[in-house]
């Protein structure tokens, strides 16, 4: 992917993501939003996301593969939060196992 193409994918993303949050706030705008579009726009970030990054975990380099290092490292990091409630740990420890991993992959 060309470094401009994707500098320009997470501005529209971006600008796509705060336009629709910021609407909310303008006087006379966001109370003629109906509620359940309101709640709705409180997951557009996490939506957004999610759409960066799964096919990234799933489908690295175009091909599938059953367990990647980017599917570990999401696995251990998922886990951690999920169980320790601590997010920089889960990050810490995803990026670990995603470099342990990498290591093992390139020497067989």
């Known amino acids: 992917m060309d470094i401009l193409y994707a500098l320009l994918l997470l501005l529209g ?18 109370e003629r939003f109906p509620p359940k579009l309101r709640q709705a726009a409180a997951y557009v970030p996490v939506a957004v996301l999610t759409a960066i990054i799964v096919p990234e975990i799933f489908i690295p380099r175009n091909e599938w593969q ?39 992959t390139l020497n067989f």
């Not at 993303?13 to 966001?30: D, I, K, N």
């Not at 999401?74 to 990498?102: C, D, E, N, P, Q």
């Open 13 to 30: 993303m971006a600008v796509v993501t705060y336009g629709l949050r910021v609407s909310f706030f303008l006087p006379g705008v966001g």
């Open 66 to 104: 059953w367990l990647s290092p980017q599917l570990a490292g999401a696995i251990a990091t998922g886990l951690i939060v999920w169980r320790s409630k601590k997010l920089m740990l889960g990050i810490a420890v995803g990026m670990a196992v995603y470099y342990l991993f990498r290591l093992l």
